[in-house]
């Protein structure tokens, strides 16, 4: 059970920011004990990878930060955080870490199971994340843009460092999931009536 949130933080993590949960593991695989990779997924923990990856982060850092750059960085990211997120739950639910010591045996023998599971879990989390930036952008005139990209950013981070350290509280995410989701298909209705409204203000004018 603990494998799979693991693997469910990891992938979720993934649908906010691609290359946070892989470079943090590729990170804490190659420099401390807290994660030991299977051996299919050794490879994030290799000097190139861990560069091309913290490369990779530094431009989807500074292009989600930018509105309009935002909208067609998500678009890009359709194929990249999904992808992304089953490599993460893949990798993720099938390491040693301090919380799993034995992964279970059922995903070696199913290795194409944890990664459908994560592509749909970081697929879900991106289409959330891609329909709620243009809100923020068109609520705060572009000034909620890097703001909201700091907090999914670090939200990444600590969902990442969590999956791998203490997975019990994915479940805190997963639950601020439920509340969000009706959140955002309320505050869309609302600007779409507003919208409507100042149209037909137009009109009568």
């Keep these: 059970m603990l494998e799979v949130l693991t693997g469910s933080g990891l992938a979720a993590s993934a649908g906010l920011n691609a290359y946070i949960p892989l470079l943090l593991m590729g990170l ?8 030991e990779l299977p051996s299919g997924w050794q490879w994030l923990g290799n000097g190139w990878v861990v560069l091309i990856l913290a490369v990779l982060l530094a431009v989807e850092v500074v292009a989600d930060k930018v509105p ?19 490599l993460a739950f893949g990798a993720g639910a099938g390491s040693e870490t301090v919380t799993v010591s034995d992964p279970d045996t059922f995903f ?37 843009a890097p703001v909201a990209s700091t907090a999914e950013d670090a939200t990444s981070v600590v969902m990442s460092v969590v999956a791998l350290l203490l997975p019990v ?7 601020g999931l439920v509340f969000f989701v009706p959140w955002l298909f309320r505050r869309r209705r609302e600007r779409r009536r507003e919208r409507a409204a100042a149209r037909a203000a137009g009109f009568r004018v």
């Design 169 to 175: 509280l994915v479940l805190v995410f997963l639950l």
């Design 28 to 35: 804490l695989s190659r420099y401390t004990d807290l994660i």
């Design 68 to 86: 309009v750059v935002d909208h067609v960085n998500d678009v890009v990211q359709t194929v990249v955080r999904p992808t992304a997120g089953g």
């Design 108 to 144: 070696s023998s199913h290795q194409w199971v944890p990664v459908v599971v994560g592509v749909l879990i970081a697929l879900g989390v991106h289409l959330l994340k891609a329909a709620a930036r243009p809100v923020i952008n068109a609520t705060t005139a572009g000034v909620g």
